[in-house]
């Protein structure tokens, strides 16, 4: 195979060959004029710069000399959509064209993997680029271990280089509740306190949670949060033991069980509780979507979780929202009124019976996007239930056919998970994440006929540059021929 660009998640349209266009000490960039591409153009410089070293003035709305302009502009081109842009690379300019400003944000990321770590010459290229699903997900469990505003943004930053927009949080669980919430303070101060094996724990406090939220849309990252419900709930019930069957104050849980904890349904504290809650986690986001969660409720009797359900979701749709739950929720009935995440590679029966419902789904398949499981038996980290997933694992799957009765026509997108039982640091995090989230991205981006796995191989095997550049942790899988 000949070199190929190292580009992932791999273009709709690309055309290579042309002459290089040559990054140097006269290079500026020139955004259209208005606020958003100007941030755009100083985020890409910002980039750049760190990578090249050279000073890449931004003039807005500049007649730049010759051979020395990256510019960004905003054009009317329905075909693009939203997300997407072409990317012109001659030795006379760089062009990045979208018909809107998140375009021009995915135009500066397929540019800055055209000079992994400091090359000046960008090769030529042409690129017509729009995704294949709107929705490009990765999911951080903050509740097993708690992580802060730092490591969230440095997340936020690594996966949207990889075209990832929807960052998944997982604000609470049995181990911790990581969320302030004013009306119900005890969730956060008590509620917050350990995680898995002990230790501190902690939450994000409101005005953090509003940082991240605008650093990921500075980022065209939208922010989906998860409060957990009716299981997963212990630390809730340590905070507010009313709201639990017995009433008794539970023991917080610093272990790795599942199944063991519910909210109690019929009562009318644990109504006032979640209408609160959500209602409120609802206000502090400002991206269109709220979870709830609703995976291995184990310990709600059946009825009364179809009942919760009914009851919730239409909580979170008065508060402006569409609610995101984990698969069990059809067991509901809401039909199209609940997003569904199926995840259980063990029941896909029940993604079908979403679809049928005419529900939407977000395809998270354990055996193929937990990042949590380990890459082989005797990797250090992470969990093994749904099997271990290495990079072709990640790769090797259609969102459009992994189940019978989900196509194509259903499917909002596709999310990675990260649950962090086992993970405890940012380094845990990252070599979890890489090199296995640029092969789910590359599913979510890419039509299904421009993917190849030895293709990707080839093309992911220069990331490692990108990632040392970045100083990301990763793991060398040896499904990859990688540059050392
Ligand atoms: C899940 O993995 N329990 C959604």
Same mark, same amino acid.
């Given at each position: 195979?000949?070199?190929?660009?190292?580009?992932?998640?791999?273009?709709?349209?690309?055309?290579?060959?042309?002459?290089?266009?040559?990054?140097?000490?006269?290079?500026?960039?020139?955004?259209?004029?208005?606020?958003?591409?100007?941030?755009?153009?100083?985020?890409?410089?910002?980039?750049?710069?760190?990578?090249?070293?050279?000073?890449?003035?931004?003039?807005?709305?500049?007649?730049?000399?010759?051979?020395?302009?990256?510019?960004?502009?905003?054009?009317?081109?329905?075909?693009?959509?939203?997300?997407?842009?072409?990317?012109?690379?001659?030795?006379?300019?760089?062009?990045?064209?979208?018909?809107?400003?998140?375009?021009?944000?995915?135009? &500066?990321?397929?540019?800055?993997?055209?000079?992994? #770590?400091?090359? !000046?010459? $960008?090769?030529? *290229?042409?690129?017509? /680029?729009? =995704?294949?699903?709107?929705?490009?997900?990765?999911?951080?469990?903050?509740?097993?271990?708690?992580?802060?505003?730092?490591?969230?943004?440095?997340?936020?930053?690594?996966?949207?280089?990889?075209?990832?927009?929807?960052?998944?949080?997982?604000?609470?669980?049995?181990?911790?509740?990581?969320?302030?919430?004013?009306?119900?303070?005890?969730?956060?101060?008590?509620?917050?306190?350990?995680?898995?094996?002990?230790?501190?724990?902690?939450?994000?406090?409101? &005005?953090?949670?509003?940082?991240?939220?605008?650093? #990921?849309?500075? !980022?065209? $990252?939208?922010? *989906?949060?998860?409060? /957990?419900? =009716?299981?997963?709930?212990?630390?809730?019930?340590?905070?507010?033991?009313?709201?639990?069957?017995?009433?008794?104050?539970?023991?917080?849980?610093?272990?790795?069980?599942?199944?063991?904890?519910?909210?109690?349904?019929?009562?009318?504290?644990?109504?006032?509780?979640?209408?609160?809650?959500?209602?409120?986690?609802?206000?502090?986001?400002?991206?269109?979507?709220?979870?709830?969660?609703?995976?291995?409720?184990?310990?709600?009797?059946?009825?009364?979780?179809?009942?919760?359900?009914?009851?919730?979701?239409?909580?979170?749709?008065?508060?402006?929202?569409?609610?995101?739950?984990?698969?069990?929720?059809?067991?509901?009935?809401?039909?199209?009124?609940?997003?569904?995440?199926?995840?259980?590679?063990?029941?896909?029966?029940?993604?079908?019976?979403?679809?049928?419902?005419?529900?939407?789904?977000?395809?998270?398949?354990?055996?193929?996007?937990?990042?949590?499981?380990?890459?082989?038996?005797?990797?250090?980290?992470?969990?093994?239930?749904?099997?271990?997933?290495?990079?072709?694992?990640?790769?090797?799957?259609?969102?459009?056919?992994?189940?019978?009765?989900?196509?194509?026509?259903?499917?909002?997108?596709?999310?990675?998970?990260?649950?962090?039982?086992?993970?405890?640091?940012?380094?845990?995090?990252?070599?979890?994440?890489?090199?296995?989230?640029?092969?789910?991205?590359?599913?979510?981006?890419?039509?299904?006929?421009?993917?190849?796995?030895?293709?990707?191989?080839?093309?992911?095997?220069?990331?490692?540059?990108?990632?040392?550049?970045?100083?990301?942790?990763?793991?060398?899988?040896?499904?990859?021929?990688?540059?050392?």
């Amino acid at each position: 195979m000949t070199t190929e660009l190292s580009l992932v998640p791999w273009p709709a349209e690309l055309e290579t060959g042309g002459t290089p266009f040559v990054l140097d000490d006269s290079t500026v960039l020139v955004p259209d004029p208005g606020a958003e591409p100007t941030r755009l153009a100083e985020q890409l410089a910002a980039h750049l710069r760190s990578a090249t070293g050279l000073p890449l003035p931004v003039t807005p709305g500049a007649t730049p000399q010759a051979n020395a302009a990256v510019r960004l502009a905003l054009i009317t081109d329905e075909s693009l959509g939203r997300e997407g842009y072409e990317l012109t690379v001659t030795a006379e300019e760089v062009v990045i064209r979208a018909a809107a400003p998140a375009g021009l944000f995915y135009g &500066a990321q397929t540019l800055r993997q055209l000079v992994p #770590a400091g090359d !000046r010459a $960008v090769p030529g *290229v042409r690129v017509r /680029d729009v =995704p294949r699903f709107g929705w490009r997900g990765m999911m951080l469990d903050i509740a097993r271990h708690f992580f802060g505003t730092a490591d969230i943004e440095r997340f936020i930053d690594l996966v949207a280089l990889y075209k990832i927009n929807v960052v998944h949080l997982h604000l609470s669980d049995d181990q911790g509740w990581r969320l302030e919430i004013d009306g119900w303070p005890e969730l956060a101060r008590v509620g917050g306190r350990g995680q898995v094996g002990g230790g501190p724990g902690g939450y994000l406090s409101k &005005a953090a949670y509003r940082e991240i939220v605008a650093y #990921a849309a500075q !980022r065209y $990252v939208t922010i *989906v949060p998860e409060i /957990d419900l =009716p299981g997963h709930t212990n630390a809730a019930l340590v905070a507010y033991p009313e709201l639990s069957a017995s009433e008794q104050p539970p023991e917080p849980y610093t272990g790795t069980r599942v199944g063991f904890s519910s909210l109690r349904v019929d009562s009318p504290q644990t109504a006032k509780f979640v209408r609160a809650v959500l209602t409120e986690v609802a206000e502090l986001t400002p991206g269109p979507y709220v979870h709830i969660g609703g995976d291995e409720a184990l310990s709600t009797p059946p009825d009364d979780y179809v009942r919760f359900m009914r009851d919730t979701v239409p909580v979170v749709a008065s508060s402006g929202k569409q609610a995101v739950g984990w698969q069990e929720i059809v067991r509901a009935g809401l039909g199209p009124d609940a997003l569904v995440q199926y995840w259980n590679t063990r029941q896909p029966e029940q993604a079908a019976e979403a679809a049928r419902a005419g529900a939407r789904l977000i395809m998270s398949p354990a055996a193929h996007v937990y990042l949590d499981m380990k890459y082989h038996d005797d990797w250090h980290l992470g969990q093994d239930w749904a099997g271990c997933v290495d990079v072709h694992d990640a790769y090797g799957w259609d969102p459009g056919t992994l189940v019978d009765g989900v196509d194509d026509t259903v499917v909002d997108g596709v999310e990675a998970a990260l649950w962090t039982e086992t993970i405890t640091t940012m380094a845990d995090i990252e070599v979890m994440t890489f090199p296995r989230l640029p092969a789910v991205a590359e599913v979510a981006w890419t039509p299904q006929a421009r993917r190849d796995w030895d293709h990707f191989r080839a093309r992911l095997a220069g990331h490692v540059r990108l990632w040392q550049a970045l100083s990301v942790a990763f793991y060398r899988s040896e499904q990859v021929d990688w540059e050392r």
